[in-house]
């Protein structure tokens, strides 16, 4: 299964409408990470299954997407989308790892910092109570909006096939 992920598009739709035009197939879906919800009114997006949430800048016109976040069950994955700045991402990701250990999460996909992130916890990492039964892969896919690290504005791909999980960024 093929996910492509924005997050933090802040107005600017052209990065996402530049992002699906490189992929060299349709993703199977797009999850979107919050702060832009307004930009996924898109004709590209009609034909994928589009999962978002809500960031901390989303007020308007978005009462149908969640706010805390939603869970996924993929290919044999649980995964957790949040904007993560109800979990203190900016400051550290001991909050988000724990809210993810709590429910039973081991793929976690978060946006707000505007920096792209990968991180794994193997298997056996105690967290809080809870040790991992399978490794916890924390992804950000940075800002699809701003060129924050002078880098380009980025987005992520995400591919699950059995156990395998395949996490790359995209710079546009």
């Known amino acids: 299964?093929?996910?492509?992920i924005f997050s933090d598009?802040?107005?600017n739709a052209d990065g996402i409408r530049q992002a699906l035009a490189r992929q060299p197939r349709r993703p199977d879906a797009v999850c979107f990470l919050?702060?832009?919800v307004r930009d996924l009114d898109l004709?590209?997006?009609c034909e994928v299954a589009v999962y978002a949430v809500r960031g901390n800048c989303d007020w308007s016109r978005t009462e149908d997407v969640p706010w805390t976040g939603r869970t996924l069950y993929l290919e044999g994955h649980t995964i957790l989308l949040t904007h993560g700045h109800l979990h203190g991402v900016k400051s550290g990701?001991?909050?988000l790892i724990s809210y993810a250990a709590s429910v039973g999460a081991d793929v976690v996909?978060?946006?707000h910092t505007h920096r792209p992130t990968e991180r794994v916890l193997p298997a056996g990492t105690q967290v809080g109570d809870r040790v991992l039964e399978r490794p916890m892969y924390l992804l950000n896919p940075g800002s699809v909006g701003y060129d924050e690290d002078g880098e380009g504005r980025s987005f992520?791909?995400?591919t699950l096939q059995g156990d395998a999980v395949l996490f790359a960024h995209g710079r546009l």
């Open 93 to 95: 990701l001991g909050g």
């Open 156 to 158: 992520g791909t995400l």
């Open 109 to 111: 996909l978060f946006g």
């Open 9 to 11: 598009s802040h107005g």
């Open 1 to 4: 299964m093929e996910l492509l």
């Open 34 to 36: 919050g702060d832009g």
């Open 43 to 45: 004709p590209a997006l």
